[in-house]
């Protein structure tokens, strides 16, 4: 089935500058690759996503890269402000095609 | 909309009992997922429906995990019996085809 490695696992930046989150996936026939941000003691929530008819995605101060050759794509957050502080997940949609499978996460702490 | 809705939030219960964690989708999503959150292990994907139906349980840990979807508002995830190596947080998602999944507030489940 479809696996996803996430790196780093913990990240620590200063406030304003920029944060950068990998993923690799193992399914190339994987077509949908969503960014989901968890603040503590919250529910994951989607915050950018990519398909894989396009190679860049940008959303104010976030950005996704997807390079399908490779079978990674990644997240960009710059500018990083302390409320950015949360674990960031990535995914990718299995063999199947029809549900999400995560990677570890990353915990990003920014520090003003 | 109120969002996936799940119950309770919180279970605080005795190994050897029975559990159940129940959820409402977003109405008019056709899919609906539970994952489980741990440190230890991420977010795994435990089972999914799709229109009601099991498409994938194989994500269920063991026999003592068990999922239902009776109608297209409702799904239960039981545990029977509990142990402590299923505390974690488990979480309701749904979505329509195959994107935007919104998570639940998940339900932390404690086994002592």
């Known amino acids: 089935g479809e696996n996803v490695e996430q790196h780093p696992s913990t990240l620590s930046v200063q406030e304003g500058d920029s944060a950068v989150i990998k993923c690799t996936y193992s399914d190339s026939a994987s077509n949908y690759f969503p960014w989901y941000k968890q603040e503590l003691g919250k529910r994951p929530q989607l915050i950018i996503d990519i398909r894989s008819n396009v190679g860049e995605k940008k959303d104010q101060r976030i950005a996704v890269t997807l390079n399908k050759t490779a079978k990674h794509f990644s997240l960009h957050i710059t500018e990083t402000q302390p409320e950015d502080s949360a674990v960031y997940f990535c995914?990718?949609?299995?063999?199947?095609?029809?549900?999400?499978?995560f990677g570890k996460g990353t915990t990003l702490s920014v520090s003003s | 909309d109120a969002g996936v809705i799940q119950s309770p939030r919180h279970e605080v219960t005795e190994m050897g009992q029975e559990v159940t964690l129940r959820c409402k989708p977003i109405?008019?999503?056709?899919?609906l997922f539970w994952y489980r959150q741990t440190m230890m292990r991420g977010l795994e994907l435990l089972i999914y429906?799709?229109?009601?139906?099991?498409?994938?349980d194989s994500g269920m840990p063991e026999d003592r995990f068990s999922a239902k979807m009776p109608n297209a508002s409702f799904s239960t995830l039981k545990i029977q019996p509990s142990e402590p190596r299923d505390s974690a947080v488990y979480f309701c998602a749904s979505s329509f085809a195959n994107y935007g999944y919104t998570f639940g507030s998940g339900t932390r489940l404690t086994v002592v």
């Open positions: 429906f799709n229109n009601n139906v099991p498409i994938d």
């Open positions: 109405s008019g999503h056709d899919y």
């Open positions: 995914a990718a949609i299995n063999q199947a095609g029809t549900a999400l499978i």
